[in-house]
């Protein structure tokens, strides 16, 4: 294959959750191949996992500035390296790899501090290379849909956005359990400032704006840190925003919200009509238009933008889910950057993934709404 | 029928909705019959009314006034009275039957300002008369159990509350169109300082502290009037909570969410488990219990406390709905009010109703909201 | 009230399930009125019930013959008769009054044999007397949206019928419990030659048939008594129908359906569109049009047909349930009887409540699959 | 990685929906690799496919015979075979395959007629070959937790079987727009004698069959073309069955469902309990015991059974679909056939994936339905 792309990956070791999925949606489409990698802090780890995936074992590296400096003086090094360690990682391993020349995707939340993702910002552009974040939700056909909604004017002017991303995961102190690691996002060090709204609150915030296009104004939010006297940093949190249009929004992101697995749920409401999608059923959007009784859309079908078509490869009714929004996000990137390795101008079009403007951004609502809480849940300005 | 009881009404002539509901509420179960009215401000549509329903022609007046002093007055007079006009008139009516020593039921919200709300308070208590307040959705049975399983540990502590009542009611500009009356709500001088918080948002906070009997200690309230620029009253608001027992809260409640047309949702989220209501399919709760899957708790099942069968009148699955809310309200009153006039000690299970200091209650709620978000979107204390 | 029409009951004593959903279904409106009965074969029980409904003791009566017999010489005698006693007795009751020049309502199954259906349409139709039979599920408004949606070909010609009505009400042999009473239901000398199919199975029949009009050419049943050997009759029945306009159906009853309540499901399958509609969210019709996707059409709103509008009392949101589908019967039956007894002629659209005929279809359609299921489920031929 | 298997493909060119879903399937978890094909009737398609697959052109075969000869051969020959043709092509090429000692797996239905599905239990069976039969559904979490529920006995006895397969797909004739190529399924020659069982009703079997073990004694079905008379096969069917243990089953599947994408809905009735899943939502099942509450049990959580959690990859709540199936299909497989090769004994436990016996069920119960159906939708017996 001729134009199959090559990729490292700093992160995501044999065992990791997020390193599978980032594998697998990088070659969902057999577009990209992995070839080298720093799959962890620990050498031998990075070797097991090497060898497990039949990688070389000279392109298995001890930290991310060898591989870097190595890959990128190799004829066949990589195209581009996927960064999914723990937050705090983020930044120097980006920085490193763009440094060298070589694309970057990465996890989000993109840094720990606003300053480091304005640099990360600076230099990807100066630099003229592509950086992906991995808000992979944006990318499930559904989200595509309704921002394309959105965009013709379907629903009028968006006057209210209500969001959550309600999880259950962290109701009981796993941390205090006899032996048990406490999970790095639980840590300071390792997370940063914040650990439920930068989980999974920066996703809402992504999501919301992927759709809407909204700018915010202003936020008010209020943090906690349910769930015993341990506890370092927020486990839930709610947020009221004022947009620049004069819309208002309504964010709610927790931790201890017992039952509930991953439900990320966005509501927009303009003044012609309103969308439902949730991230557990995201095979489905819910449409109520004025006067007209509530449709539900489902992937697969003619009725949708044709933009929608190609981020699906299963007929109706066959579920697509996690897994292939990574692989939509990756087709998009991989496609992307092949272009750009043919000499072509890239389009809006073609840079229709998040990006490192949107990993900023997030970094920036992270701690707006970390500044607002700890003065009180007071109104901030955003920018 | 010997314990067949007597009521008047005041507003709620024929053609009124609501007029309709608090009638067959009061009568559902053959408790109470209905033996006088003042329908309405013209004597002509309280005429109609009364003839079409059957009443004396003496025993319908031109006003409040009249008709709370002569049925004192009368061997048969009625035993209470339901209001039901629009807001502005609820103290005054209120008012002049509990001086004339007759038991109230009056719509909500109470009055239209805290001072008067505290007025009635007082003078019910001082008459030792019965003052019900028709919030009427937290007399669905699925409510009651979910009260039950807060009160008796269930949920364990509670930490969050997520609670919102979307409409799509005045998603157009109703008012604007021509030889329109205005609806009443929208009018200052008939509703009072709020539209959307005091027809709606009052529920919510009812049926929240119905619920979880949890205790506002400070409120941030943000309300927008969305529909176009002749709106004088809010149509549209969030409002972030602080309970005094350390939980937070987050109620939404909307008349421009299109599509939605009354699904009243409250969630309650504990650190042992989470239930979740929603109006508009009344007959279920869903209980999310930590480490078990998600149960859908039905109507008529004898897995429910006791004090909710008491609540029901079908077999499980056969549907009920609005009426039977009001049905259930008028019921405990009915029963109370039997009880008083035999001369028995009522006990707190007997005064299981939405009484006058909930009516109080919810009119320093909508006052509280508005204050905080005309300083703009401010924390201010609920007492 | 001039125009109140004044009803007797036989059957429905104090503590029936049924005889309280008629009582309120028939007054809802305040149309009529209950005046006399004979609510029990125990005169005792009529005794008392007639005292706490505050009826006349002259108008309880020892047997419906007595009944029939002295309200037709009354000047102020009863207009109809609601039998709601089991099936057993309807016929004789049935016929006492007609016999007598009274209008009859009763409860379905219609008869025990199709020959006593036979006589009692033979002898309402040359009477010229109203008989109403209580197949209340049609009267929902989302059903007869179904029906006008059939009936203006929104659905092309309908090629597939699929309906359930699954229950778990006999899934424990509760008639083994020491000390208790055989539910009568299952009892063929009061129940007739099936339980299941004459209790449920026949509500599908009438629903099917009220929304499609469709015609039973041939049908084959296979029904089985599971629950224990002691059981005399049906719990589970499986329905394999032809139509005569070549459409297919599949019906499905039983009640060892564990976790069932009541969920009467309709599905109707044509060239054009599918609707769904089920009996436990009964305020919302699925429609499903080729190339579109489905919407789901909710009770209140202006989009439906203007006839669905009438069957309905509250706004859209507001659910309505069992009692309300009685009280729609009732309100199409006081209508027409109160137009009857003025003199005018009745049109279809005044008779369009389950009548007579509709009763002995019903009665056909359980002798039907008893024969069939005999015989070995073999196909036999309706007519 | 020594390890991984090689395998190759009978069909499934570019552009074929099901051939890039094996394909991904069976390398989701990097067990396996294809290195061979030939993937159309036309060589063309083959070496483009091949081409675009980085495959050897050597190993492009113009017919499944020089594929299995040569393979077979070869030092780095393929360890199996996927055949993914249209159903009339299966018989022969899995025939070629298993005769050169290469293991199979056949895309269902196996074969057209049972005389050939028998012959290849025969072949397969005589030389120890794995075969595999890609029922993927039946490899859902949901399905395996549904099984192991029943087979511990947690449903106590099964009576009662509802499933249903509805799709929309053949609602319109399309096979009549001008240029268009009539798909392969409804074409006799290629299809074998049914369309809509051999398709779709055969999952229902399969599906059933898996989750509960129960053995059809006898079956009634009343196959229909609904579409227009130019069809040549069914596109409806009903069938009615009784088991051996006594419980009875009610299938129905249609392609002319309207709305309907691809909602398999299996529902399991026994005297403890009952499951119901769907393959459109296939990460929860739905549990109803008896006296409880409705339970929706979800992928992911540690109250499944133990098995289940090792056909999931990813945590509660991030959606899994199609494609895991079907990897959880080639997982079993690709470590069953690792470990025969390694020369050990294989269980029960590694052959847990649907085999060429369930195969050959399938091809029994498609013409079971036909002969029953022709003959006027009598009772024939399975064996």
Redesign the interface.
Known sequence: ?VN?LRFGMVGGAVGS?IG??HR?GAS?D?QARLVAGCFSSSYERTLATGE???LDKERLYRDHCEMAEKEAAREDGIDYVIICTPNSNHYSAAKAFLQHGIHVVCDKPLTITVEEAQELVQLAEEKGLLFGVTYAFSQCPAVKQAQLMVQNGELGEI??V?A?YP??SL??PVELEQGRIIPWRMVPEHAGISNCVGDIGTHIEHTVSYITGLEIAEL?A?L?R?GGPQRALDT?A?I?L?YKNGA?G?Y?C?Q????????LQVRI??????IEWC?????YLI????????????R????LYPEVAQMT????????????MFANFYRKFNNALCKQKQGLELTAADLDFPGVRDGLRGVKFIHRCVESSQQ????VEFD
């Open positions: 294959m199959v959750f599978h999925v697998k969902f057999e497990q995936l039949g006057q209210v209500m959550e999880m259950g109701a009981e008010c209020q906690d349910f839930n709610h009221l004022k208002v309504n709610w927790s201890v919200a017992i039952g509930y697995d991953n439900p409401f303009g003044t012609k009509g309103t991230q557990e059923i995201p095979n449409v109520r238009k004025l006067g007209r009784p509530p449709q539900i859309l489902a697969g079908h003619t009725y490869r299963l007929a109706a009714g066959h579920s697509e889910g996690y897994y292939e009180g849940a007071v109104w």
